[in-house]
């Protein structure tokens, strides 16, 4: 099978299956006991957040990274942490309307907790829309959530903008960068928060972190031994651990290699898919998200039809449901048009050849819904 749904997950880098494999055979030790074995795992451990550090870039030493066990976790922490801990007067939770599953639904949370929330609107390009942002930020904005690259159309928010106009009013920035960690630049500047996962980078499932700028105080959301810096409980796995850092320590020593590769993967896709119309912002985007639609095709019968590849009508979280895609139907699309979506991704192992291939294999099934319609 043609894996193209990058965005859902990567494979895991055989470097990092490597790296994980002793941690999982033979240095069973727990990283928090005190005997060799446990200091070995959590010497290990050090080792690999100081990679995912290295990996983050710029700014990143300005805070903290605490290991989760995946975004979801990472989300749920920052935005619920947060809010205890709000300046009185801060009664209002925002998120970009085109955010991930994990934060609208974190949201609507906060609002059964007594928070009043709002979503900013974004424009057909699937940009937030800055001028409607500053009128709906105000004195009462406890908590803005932005996701930097977005997980179904690929385009880039404008965190640093948000971000001011946010923090002109006293309100902490939460930023889910786990389309965009290790493929654009994460602006740790302008953000309180951020969350990232392991296995969009490569890295193993079932392990993500959060970074905290110091002296920004987040409740736990899990309770015990208090085992990650005294605000996160529960024993980490040293394989999971270990298996992130290898993908992140990748990260540094192919981020040039992979860019150029997905730009090339990228103008392959589009020069074959003349006449598909694309889904958000042609310029402010991460190019290894393809977002595409065409007219008298129905994307969930071209996936089932196309079984020899692999790829999504929109985010995994959401697929199965019946449901027009939410970040789709922000964007102003019709319900028609947003079932005639696909979104291709793809990365550091797919080969152009298999990008033609599959491409041979849609366009294909497609050009007979057409003719059937």
Avoid at 121 to 138: M, S, T
Avoid at 271 to 278: A, H, M, P
Wanted: hydrophobic share 45%; glycine share 10%; net charge negative.
């Amino acid at each position: 099978m043609i894996y193209l749904d990058y965005q859902a997950t990567t494979p895991l880098a055989p470097e990092a299956a490597a790296a994980m494999r002793p941690w999982i055979e033979t240095n069973f030790g727990n990283p928090h006991s005190p005997y060799r074995m446990g200091r070995e795992a959590s010497a290990a451990i050090d080792v690999a957040r100081g990679y995912i550090m290295d990996a983050l870039g710029p700014g990143a030493e300005e805070g903290n990274l605490y290991f989760t066990s995946g975004a979801t976790e990472a989300a749920n922490w920052a935005l619920k942490g947060a809010v205890p801990d709000l300046e009185e007067g801060k009664t209002r939770a925002l998120a970009i309307a085109t955010e991930h599953a994990c934060v609208i639904d974190t949201t609507h949370w906060l609002a059964v907790e007594g928070l009043e929330i709002a979503f900013l609107p974004v424009q057909p390009d699937g940009i937030v829309d800055l001028e409607k942002a500053e009128e709906e930020i105000d004195e009462r904005t406890g908590i803005i959530a932005a996701m930097l690259v977005n997980n179904e159309i690929g385009v880039i928010q404008p965190v640093e903008q948000l971000s001011a106009i946010a923090r002109a009013e006293g309100a902490l920035v939460f930023c889910d960068a786990v389309q965009g960690f290790g493929r654009v630049p994460i602006p740790f500047h302008a953000c309180d928060m951020v969350a990232i996962s392991a296995h969009k980078v490569h890295g193993p499932k079932g392990i993500g972190a959060l970074w905290i700028r110091k002296g920004v105080e987040i409740e736990p959301l899990l309770h015990g031994g208090g085992q990650e810096g005294g605000i996160r409980s529960g024993t980490l796995s040293p394989a999971l651990c270990i298996g992130f850092g290898e993908a992140a320590r990748l990260i540094t020593a192919r981020r040039d290699e992979d860019a150029a590769h997905v730009t090339r993967l990228w103008d392959l896709a589009r020069e074959r898919l003349q006449g598909w119309i694309l889904n958000g912002s042609f310029e402010q985007r991460y190019k290894g998200n393809l977002n595409v639609r065409a007219e008298a095709v129905d994307a969930a019968r071209l996936i089932s039809e196309v079984r020899e590849v692999a790829f999504s009508a929109g985010s995994a979280c959401a697929s199965g449901s019946g449901r027009p895609s939410h970040v789709l139907s922000a964007l102003g699309l019709s319900d028609a048009e947003a079932k005639s979506s696909i979104r291709l991704g793809f990365g550091r192992y797919t080969t152009e050849d298999e990008l033609n291939d599959a491409l041979d294999l849609i366009l294909a099934a497609a050009e007979r819904q057409r003719s059937l319609a």
